[in-house]
């Protein structure tokens, strides 16, 4: 059974960072293609970011390019989500997903951790 774990999330001030984890298991995470998502009010589930099986080939979404770094530790089974410069519209629940980008908002999702930005 796959069973993903997001921790990290909390109440940060805009400008501030933050650093997701989801512990993995259940699956051979050093095969899969992982992403993280978030569901915001009012836009939905949306994809934020993937990296391949082997760390390479990192993506992110095009509003908060240059302020993640997404990295995995596969000795660990562990994804991580680096978030710089956050913004209040960086508020949101993220998910770690067991996929590549193209199918991140259908693919397994743990419980989310949630991310507030607010001064």
């Known amino acids: 059974e796959v069973q993903l774990l997001e921790s990290g999330g909390g109440l940060v001030q805009p400008g501030g960072s933050l650093r997701l984890s989801c512990a993995a298991s259940g699956f051979d995470f050093w095969r899969a293609a992982m992403s993280w998502v978030r569901q915001t009010p009012g836009k939905g589930l949306e994809w934020v970011s993937s990296i391949g099986p082997d760390g390479r080939n990192p993506q992110y979404v095009d509003s908060m390019s240059g302020r993640l770094m997404v990295s995995r530790d596969n000795a660990k089974d562990t994804l991580y989500l680096q978030m710089n410069s956050l913004k209040p519209e960086d508020t949101a629940v993220y998910y770690c997903?067991?996929?590549?980008?193209?199918?991140?908002?259908?693919?397994?999702r743990g419980q989310g951790t949630r991310v507030t930005v607010s001064s």
């Open positions: 997903s067991k996929s590549g980008r193209m199918g991140s908002l259908r693919a397994s």
